[in-house]
């Protein structure tokens, strides 16, 4: 059986990164999940360290792309197949990870994505909007038929960290990662999933965050 490890960064996360972490167990052994706390204010580590899992930490806020990319050394570095990512303020609903080591165990994907956009009508209308435009985008770059860019729940074989190292450390990492993954030849795969919000702003609304995307989009890698 293959070993699959669990990356989740997490900033000011303390409310919420404990039940993400029980929610993982259910499916994956605590020794094999890793909370990167990206400069955190709060209590996001103690909070993490209580539930028995490995901590990474950064000694200052650096950004998501910066967290997963020190989530992904470590597993580069450790006995894992493949690891999930998923976000530490329960956006991403840690029952939907049998669905992706399901999918996984066929052994036809590389990197499997978790896909929010099969169900518009649960989604604010921004949200809709920024992933529409920004997947339409990413899936014209890339020649790929991707089915949610901006997710960040997902699963990902070791062998894909082995040749895509990213190189941005905001949000912007995630739209890097996939345009290098496709160029470098893996297969991807969707899995349908269920994301709670609770009023906050897509990322993607950010001036400086919406630079950097189209920055990343029509960079030559």
């Known amino acids: ?6 990356i989740i960064p997490a900033f000011n996360a303390e409310r919420t990164v404990g039940a993400v972490i029980d929610g993982v167990k259910k499916h994956v052994a605590g020794e094999n999940i890793v909370v990167v706390d990206d400069g955190s204010l709060d209590k996001t580590a103690e909070v993490s360290a209580a539930a028995h899992v490995r901590i990474l930490s950064h000694s200052s806020n650096r950004g998501k792309g910066a967290a997963l990319q020190t989530g992904f050394l470590f597993v580069l570095q450790s006995p894992f197949d493949a690891v999930i990512t998923l976000d530490a303020d329960l956006q991403h609903p840690p029952e939907f990870i049998a669905q992706f ?27 809709v909007l920024s992933n529409t435009i920004t997947t339409f985008l990413v899936s014209a770059r890339t020649g790929r038929a991707i089915a949610d860019s901006q997710s960040g729940y997902r699963l990902i074989d070791k062998k894909v960290l ?27 795969g969707f899995v349908p999933i269920e994301t709670v919000y609770a009023g906050e702003k897509s990322n993607m609304t950010h001036l400086a965050t919406t630079l950097n995307f189209v920055k990343v989009l029509f960079q030559d890698y």
């Open 1 to 6: 059986m293959k070993k699959i490890g669990v």
């Open 101 to 127: 080591i399901d999918c996984y165990a066929s052994d036809t994907f590389d990197v499997i994505i978790g896909s929010r956009l099969h169900d518009k009508k649960k989604m604010p209308f921004h949200r």
């Open 162 to 188: 082995q040749r895509v190292c990213l190189t941005w450390e905001g949000f912007e990492a995630e739209t890097e990662f996939i345009i290098k993954a496709a160029a470098a030849g893996f297969r991807f």
